[in-house]
């Protein structure tokens, strides 16, 4: 599904990015070096239109085709994440995740 060749596999829950986002995402606090977390296709796309820098991408595996325009999108030094299911139903704050997250 995800055609992009610099893409990473998270499949466990321990990676530390995993730990990391799930605070973020249930704090809302900001990283160290001053990322944030944006949780829907909306939001992400509305950022990437401001000429707003994504630096990571997690997508769940077997996303739909909205998540792959984004990755389209992306500029070649964004690393991309593809997250087992399982796995990333435990990140996102939302209730209904849209199988996609960004750090901006």
């Not at 994504?54 to 070649?76: C, E, N, T």
Request: hydrophobic content about 45%; proline content about 2%; overall charge neutral.
């Amino acid at each position: 599904m995800l055609s992009r060749t610099a893409r990473r596999v998270i499949d466990g829950r321990h990676h530390p990015l995993v730990k990391e986002l799930r605070r973020i995402a249930r704090s809302g606090e900001l990283l160290s070096d001053g990322l944030v977390l944006l949780e829907t296709v909306r939001m992400i796309e509305d950022a990437m239109g401001s000429g707003i820098e994504i630096v990571k991408v997690f997508v769940r595996r077997g996303a739909d085709q909205r998540a792959a325009g984004i990755l389209a999108s992306l500029s070649p030094d964004a690393a991309v994440y593809e997250v087992a299911s399982d796995v990333f139903d435990g990140l996102a704050s939302t209730e209904t995740s849209q199988g996609i997250l960004a750090l901006a």
